[in-house]
């Protein structure tokens, strides 16, 4: 069977990245370390790779993974949400106003809150702290 492993986002400060991703969502990190040698050089195509990365989980254990690549700090891209590539990652939130206030005062960016024409949900685009595009939704009750 397939399934979906996790997420993963490139950021240029690790601890960082944690600490905003668990005090924000309530990510917890489950494992973290960090990969030299030919194993991860040939995985990611990087001679001389050193990569250091956090393992974090949701409260429904959904994976999101944080790679830091101190021998390459160049690599880092901003996202955009017509980017072609990953675009953006989707966060329910119980309490949507909360969590941009939240990722606002931690130095992220918010656009503006909307709600769908259905009345369902409401959903807001902001960036974390790497300028990563997440996109959150509250779910309304109906």
């Not at 924000?24 to 990969?35: C, H, P, S, Y």
């Not at 989707?90 to 106003?97: F, G, R």
């Amino acid at each position: 069977m397939m399934s979906i492993r996790h997420t993963g986002f490139v950021v240029a400060d690790l601890e960082r990245a944690i600490n905003f991703y668990s005090k924000i969502f309530g990510f917890k990190l489950v494992a973290r370390a960090t990969e030299t040698g030919a194993y991860i050089e040939t995985l990611v195509g990087l001679s001389g790779a050193c990569v250091e990365w956090a393992k974090m989980t949701d409260s429904d254990d959904k994976l999101l993974e944080l790679l830091c690549y101190h021998s390459h700090p160049d690599i880092l891209s901003k996202s955009a949400v017509s980017r072609r590539d990953i675009s953006h990652i989707a966060l329910t939130v119980p309490n949507i106003d909360e969590s941009v206030r939240l990722l606002v005062a931690a130095g992220g960016t918010a656009g503006t809150i909307q709600q769908n024409p259905e009345k369902t949900v409401k959903v807001v685009y902001a960036h974390d702290l790497e300028g990563i595009l997440i996109e959150l939704v509250e779910v309304l009750p109906s």
